[in-house]
């Protein structure tokens, strides 16, 4: 039976039980205290969670998986530095999730789903950037988004998860 760990809106297929850890991981820093879900409240635990799930899944041998379970673990700290006004923090967290993603795309074959979460990543560090005051380079982050999300969705009008990511991250760009 192939083990599966959830990451983000796709689950990502796992080869052994050491991934399948990453996923616990993950799951014990959302219920410590993730404000995206219901939580007991305890942030700082949710963060050594987070922490512990990354230092676990850089120990292994790197690929394209590993990477963008990195990166969406290292989203889950800047929700949670933003959440507890550590903009400063939420920004640092950001611009990793874009590094790695940055490093995805150049990983063989580059899917449309990396595509769009490397769009998403520019948005969030705009969000990063918004939240620290530097508006100038939040805005070219946000237009950086857009052009990426509407190339995308012009190559598949239909995909609906792609209309909504663009809905959602474009009118950023558009205040």
Not at 77 to 105: F, N, P, T, W
Not at 159 to 173: S, W
Request: hydrophobic share 35%; net charge neutral.
């Amino acid at each position: 039976m192939k083990q599966t760990l959830y990451s983000g809106s796709k689950y990502i297929g796992m080869d052994d039980r050491r991934n399948v850890l990453s996923g616990s991981y993950v799951a014990m820093g959302r219920v410590a205290g993730d404000p995206g879900v219901s939580n007991l409240g305890d942030q700082q635990e949710a963060e050594r969670w987070y922490r512990r799930n990354i230092a676990f899944l850089e120990s292994l041998p790197p690929d394209k998986n590993r990477l963008g379970a990195i990166g969406f673990t290292h989203g889950y700290i800047a929700s949670l530095k933003a959440y507890c006004g550590d903009y400063a923090g939420e920004l640092a967290e950001q611009r990793k999730v874009l590094e790695i993603k940055l490093r995805v795309i150049q990983m063989a074959p580059v899917t449309m789903y990396d595509r769009r979460e490397l769009a998403i990543a520019y948005s969030n560090t705009g969000v990063g950037l918004m939240d620290t005051g530097d508006f100038a380079s939040a805005l070219e982050h946000f237009h950086t988004a857009g052009r990426m999300l509407e190339s995308l969705t012009a190559a598949d009008p239909k995909d609906a998860e792609l209309r909504i990511t663009q809905t959602n991250k474009i009118g950023r760009a558009h205040v």
